[in-house]
Every structure is written in structure tokens, then in C-alpha cells.
């Protein structure tokens, strides 16, 4: 009798360790390892989604495209792991001031990107200067170091009409660009005054 149950179980078993497995796998493929946050993939699919609504919409959002300044002196002088913990907190200081409708994504190395959804010019732009602010003033204390690091943000408005996904994030890139050409750890909109 035993064994007639055990056989019986074993199927069922057998299957719930595959959908576990399958969902682990599926967690996987969309979340960075390192900060939990949503990956690349999750992000170009969440941007086409947003070009796609403002279209239908005129939903007023925004995308801040996000580097970090200084990082690479933290993992060159500290070691990967002290880099590593370093973006588990940024990840974590950038997700605790952002607004529950915001998504924000680890796109790869020191780079984050974050889709501000319904959001004004003007509030898009407060929520990217608190966000430099904040990152700026974490102090980072690795084996009796201390580190300093910030935020260069390129900002830019998602409209939707005559825009595609990747004009937007190139658009954010070469803001992001200007902002550390422009002397770092700030935020850089183009066409702003």
C-alpha cells in the first residue's frame, strides 16, 4: 500500500517542483540577481507599453535615465563585492523616493532606469533632482572606507506620436551623457532652461 501511494504522490510531486522551477526561471529572466529590480528585458517591454499608452492616451510620462558617478573608484578600489552592495543600496534609496506608480529597472552595470508614469513636466524634474540629492548624500561604508558617490540623470519626455521606444532611451542616454560631460551629478533635460 505503501508504495502504491508513494508512486501515486510521485507525479504530483514531480510537477510542483517543475512549475517551481519554471517560475524561479520566469523570475529570472525579467529581475536582476543583484538588486531584485526588474532587468533590461522587463524595462524594453515596459517602454514600449508606456509609447504605446501615451500614444492612445496623451498619458504624460517620463523616463530618467540614470548613471552613477564615482562608482567605478568603489569597485576598482573595494572590489566587486563592495560594488555589488553598493547598488543593492542605491537600488534600494532609489525605489524609497519614488512614487508607487513609477517603475524602476537595473538595465546593467551602474545604470537604472526609471518610467515616471502621469507625471508633469515640473514633477518629473523635482522627483529627478530629489533622486540626485539622495543618492549623492548616501555615504557608503565598506571595511573602514567611506565612499561618496552621485547621480548624473538624463531626463526625457515619453510622447508617444513620432516617437519609438529606442529614440526615447537614446534620447535618456545622451541626456544622461550631457549631464556628465556637463560636470557630473546632475540632471540634464534636454530643451530645459
Not at 166 to 181: G, R
Amino acid at each position: 500500500n505503501q508504495m502504491a501511494k508513494a508512486i501515486s504522490e510521485s507525479p504530483a510531486t514531480l510537477q510542483a517542483r517543475i512549475d517551481e522551477a519554471t517560475s524561479q526561471l520566469a523570475h529570472l529572466a525579467l529581475h536582476d540577481p543583484l538588486t531584485g529590480l526588474p532587468n533590461r528585458r522587463a524595462f524594453e517591454q515596459a517602454l514600449d507599453d508606456a509609447v504605446l499608452q501615451s500614444r492612445r492616451a496623451g498619458d504624460r510620462d517620463a523616463l530618467c535615465f540614470i548613471d552613477l558617478d564615482r562608482f567605478k573608484i568603489v569597485n576598482d578600489t573595494a572590489g566587486h563585492a563592495a560594488g555589488d552592495a553598493l547598488l543593492g543600496q542605491v537600488g534600494d534609496l532609489i525605489r524609497s523616493h519614488v512614487r508607487a506608480s513609477d517603475q524602476l529597472y537595473r538595465i546593467g552595470g551602474d545604470e537604472f532606469v526609471l518610467i515616471l508614469h502621469g507625471c508633469g513636466q515640473e514633477e518629473a524634474r523635482r522627483i529627478a533632482e530629489n533622486l540626485r540629492e539622495a543618492v549623492s548624500s548616501l555615504q557608503f561604508d565598506w571595511e573602514d572606507r567611506a565612499f561618496t558617490i552621485g547621480a548624473s540623470i538624463g531626463l526625457v519626455r515619453i510622447q508617444g506620436e513620432g516617437q519609438s521606444a529606442a529614440d526615447i532611451l537614446v534620447a535618456a542616454d545622451l541626456a544622461c551623457y550631457a549631464a556628465k560631460k556637463g560636470g557630473r551629478n546632475q540632471v540634464h533635460e534636454p530643451g530645459a532652461a
